[in-house]
């Protein structure tokens, strides 16, 4: 345990600063493994792209004993597919790598200070040589190619670090690590407000690339060998006093691991091609450089003092880990591919070289060791034969080697990564020339990395040029293949209407990529566009088990399957599916709901109303679908969709139209029929449409001739068995007869067979007006006649029985207006001829009563007329008397 916890013995300045220091590195390493879990996810998005539709539903229905007759009216269908983004620099990700580089250079300069002159010196030579390398002039502090910055940075780092070295040896490490810390910050801070960058993170982190690399390459390196010192103390540290040797289990396990090593290497040289899951080097290197935590303080002890492990080896080893899983964070999080590769390859390959050599150094050295059965890891930096520097020079040695066979294709990858990351710096500032040329310098080195060949079809995306778009695509996909660039690639193939080949296209990606979930969304909803109904229901039913975003997959299922099937199968899928909190999903579901003539309330998404209230595909969708579902018990999108429609000018047609559906079912029905007759009388391409859907409303209120008017220029089957019926309902059987023998005459229906019998036994359309006005007749109170005259404010009935308890109620101005609306689509009924009358005397106006009685002379029966005299000719009389005494 005291091996284990060997800070415990420290002072708790150096505790209390190798905590923070431990803290630092678990967020560097977490911030590594977030970053590569998807590295092209970072800077590509899975974008969703939302296409309206239209099909036909019957939500207007008017039931005539078994018989219904309805309108098919459009409903709105939402389709949704996955769009790969163009390639973007997450700015976040740079500011973390920033805190964690400058923390770890601060460990590793402040260790440096401790150290004798020579390697002081050394260390501090290479520091500024890379400093100068960093190109600081380009973040413009002090003016375009102003080299004031390095030299401040020179002096300040070197000042400070040089007084801790020569004239402070007595301070602590963590003095120093603050002194240091702040000379970074004091920089950091002067770039921050002073440079004329537009990105100076960015730019600071791109052009010092050769100084994080180099740490990073030093820290694999370094650790190379610590995972064959972690299978000589799993060896012999259990093996030691119980009298049995380590040497083979030493052995096998250390021959296992190097074979490991090798097939990894011949894997990623592409000398052999076993389709065959390895570890990850990723790995590899976290735990070498995790074993190195404890296993570089028995190299640092065995090096005399040159690096005492307390006040040095310690800080220097955990500076460069956090450098470089900072730097390796970044690489990932920038998806540059080249610098990854760079990385696998100096992890592999220097723990294979270096690997092979230590096993000859630990055999060499500790055979007899072994044979005496004693604890090799004890003294596994104590060489009795062959030395440690010798072996990690011909380890060394060793990874040039391979790097050489690879013709240091390594190399020629860490400098398209660097030419990557110039080309990401330039295409953020939107420089796409710069960047163009930056990218392609990239390429010369390394022709088949996917970030280059990314980065160049999303800057020919940008500046419209599909072709060369496609083509970079498909250079994407050579060697690092990804579901982003199959799905960028079919796409534009889609839009160059090159059908087959965007479907060749994703199928090749679902070849490498089985289970992705969007570009099985995406090979649907190609399939749904030729009507391939089975294919398209197979990969998007897969795509919903698979999708990050299953409602998406989910929401293009209810749409094809609403175009693709009958009443039977919708029913059976409304009970089925899953529900799902997602507009387009509820846009859909809505739709179904229609077609299925299921009319049941539900809550409101107020999610699909955006704040700047400029609708989308799915918004307008579900708003329109819900204002026709909801019409009944819903008044809200009466007043709601206009506003929206004034601020969507393309989309107000369709809005107003699906604000009348709710104003007529749950609002004022005489605005609703004002404003859809006005539309109606105008020419336009959807005035067929007006005229259908007034025509219904008209039959459902009772005025069948205003219905027959309104239905006479609707062409098609729908208009004619509207007139039938609105003939038939009017005493017109001989008209409806005609009608619809001269349809049947076009084709045999025995549908209309059937209406006709319906219509000729003189069944009546079901109406909730006769119940109300049942009601009113039995109870007159106000709050049950308001509810009868908003249901029908053109049936006779209920507005003579309304006029006469506003009459009662001394309430004339009311009554007479609740009159005036009801004549003016129901004219014909003596009725309200007769309270137009009996108002109009009631407010003095015998001109106008005058005009009442002769309208109720005209339309009403010989009986009913002297009813009416009976009433009228005493209140006229006594007006005339009183106007006469006056």
Same mark, same amino acid.
Request: glycine share 6%; charged share 15%; proline share 3%.
């Given at each position: ?392 020079? /011909?380890? /060394? ?201 299921? /009319? ?287």
């Amino acid at each position: 345990m005291n091996d284990l916890l060997f800070w415990k013995v420290w002072s708790p300045s150096e505790r209390r600063m190798a905590v923070a220091a431990f803290l630092v590195l678990l967020l560097g390493l977490t911030f590594l493994v977030w970053q590569c879990m998807d590295p092209l996810g970072n800077v590509v998005r899975w974008n969703v792209v939302s296409e309206l539709s239209e099909t036909t539903a019957v939500v207007d229905v008017l039931q005539l004993g078994q018989w219904r007759y309805g309108i098919s009216t459009p409903t709105h269908l939402v389709t949704e597919r996955f769009m790969s983004s163009v390639m973007e620099v997450n700015a976040v990700t740079v500011y973390l790598f920033w805190i964690g580089a400058l923390t770890g250079l601060s460990l590793v300069l402040a260790a440096l200070t401790t150290m004798s002159r020579f390697w002081y010196l050394a260390g501090t030579i290479v520091f500024i040589m890379f400093l100068a390398f960093a190109r600081l002039e380009t973040l413009g502090v002090f003016g375009t190619e102003n080299r004031l910055l390095f030299l401040i940075a020179t002096i300040l780092y070197g000042g400070v670090s040089y007084y801790f070295h020569a004239f402070r040896p007595d301070l602590g490490i963590s003095t120093r690590i603050a002194g240091i810390a702040g000379v970074s910050i004091t920089l950091a801070a002067l770039v921050a407000f002073g440079s004329a960058s537009p990105v100076p993170a960015l730019t600071a982190a791109v052009y010092s690339f050769p100084l994080w690399l180099v740490a990073t390459m030093l820290f694999l390196l370094v650790s190379a060998t610590e995972i064959m010192a972690g299978l000589v103390w799993l060896s012999t540290s259990g093996q030691a006093g119980k009298g049995r040797s380590g040497l083979v289990q030493f052995i096998v396990i250390s021959v296992l691991y190097l074979v490991l090593l090798l097939l990894i290497y011949l894997q990623n040289t592409r000398q052999i091609d076993w389709n065959v899951t390895l570890i990850n080097p990723f790995y590899l290197a976290l735990a070498s450089g995790i074993l190195g935590i404890w296993g570089f303080r028995r190299r640092a002890d065995s090096t005399q003092g040159v690096i005492p492990f307390r006040s040095t080896g310690f800080w220097l080893y955990i500076g460069l880990f956090i450098v470089a899983s900072s730097f390796a964070g970044l690489m990932a999080g920038m998806a540059n591919d080249p610098v990854l590769e760079t990385l696998e390859d100096a992890t592999v390959q220097g723990q294979l070289a270096m690997g092979v050599l230590f096993l000859f150094y630990v055999l060499v050295n500790f055979y007899e060791v072994f044979q005496q059965r004693l604890a090799v890891y004890k003294v596994l930096y104590k060489p009795l034969r062959f030395g440690l520097t010798q072996t990690r020079l /011909f380890g /060394f040695a060793g990874v040039v080697v391979l790097f050489s066979i690879q013709r240091l294709l390594p190399v020629n990858q860490a400098i398209a990564g660097y030419f990557n990351g110039l080309g990401d710096l330039h295409s953020t500032t939107e420089e796409y020339t710069l960047a163009e040329q930056y990218y392609k310098l990239a390429l010369q080195q390394e022709f088949q990395n996917h970030k280059s060949n990314y980065a160049l079809a999303s800057i020919a995306l940008k500046q419209g040029d599909r072709n060369a778009a496609a083509y970079y695509f498909r250079q994407a996909l050579l060697k690092n293949p990804s579901p982003e660039a199959y799905a960028g690639l079919s796409g534009i193939l889609v839009q160059e209407n090159l059908f087959f080949d965007a479907v060749y296209s994703l199928q090749e990606g679902l070849r490498r990529f089985p289970a992705n979930g969007e570009l099985l969304n995406n090979l649907g909803m190609l399939y749904s566009q030729t009507n391939v109904a089975d294919s398209a229901y197979y990969y998007l039913d897969l795509a919903e088990t698979h999708a990050a975003r299953p409602e998406i997959p989910a929401t293009n299922l209810l749409a094809i399957l609403a175009k693709n099937t009958g009443s039977g199968l919708l029913d059976s899928l409304a009970t089925s599916t899953d529900k799902y909190d997602y507009l387009s999903w509820q846009a859909n579901w809505l739709a179904v709901q229609n077609m299925r003539q299921q /009319f049941h309330q539900e809550g409101f998404n107020k999610r699909s109303v955006p704040n700047d209230s400029l609708l989308s595909a799915s918004s307008l969708a579900y708003l329109l679908n819900y204002a026709q579902n909801q019409a009944a018990f819903d008044s809200l999108p009466a007043a709601l969709l206009p506003k929206l429609a004034a601020k969507n000018p393309v989309l107000s047609q369709d809005l107003s139209l699906a604000a009348l559906y709710s104003e007529f079912y749950s609002g004022s029905k005489l605005k609703a029929l004002e404003t859809l007759s006005g539309w109606a009388e105008e020419e336009g391409e959807k005035s067929d449409l007006y005229h259908k859907i007034l025509g219904h409303w008209l039959l459902q209120l009772g005025l069948y001739d205003q219905a027959i008017e309104a239905l006479s220029g609707v062409e098609g089957v729908e208009g004619t068995i509207g007139m039938a019926v609105a003939n038939a309902l009017s005493g017109k059987k001989e008209v409806a007869v005609i009608l619809l023998d001269k349809m049947q005459d076009t084709e045999q229906n025995a549908a209309v067979e059937q209406l006709k019998q319906s219509l000729f036994s003189g069944v009546k359309p079901k109406s909730v007006t006769d119940s109300l006005f049942a009601v009113v007749a039995k109870s007159p109170s106000e709050q049950n006649i308001r509810k009868a005259v908003r249901a029908n404010p053109f049936d006779a009935r209920i507005v003579s029985a309304a006029s006469e308890f506003y009459r009662s109620k001394k309430q004339v101005k009311q009554a007479y207006q609740l009159v005036l609306n009801a004549l003016r689509y129901n004219e014909y009924a003596p009725e309200l001829w007769e309270q137009y009358a009996l108002l109009s005397l009631d407010q003095g106006l015998l001109g106008q009563a005058a005009e009442g009685q002769q309208k109720v002379e005209q339309y009403a029966l010989p009986a009913g007329y002297q009813r009416f005299l009976a009433r009228y000719q005493p209140m006229r009389a006594l007006i005339e008397k009183q106007r006469a005494e006056f």
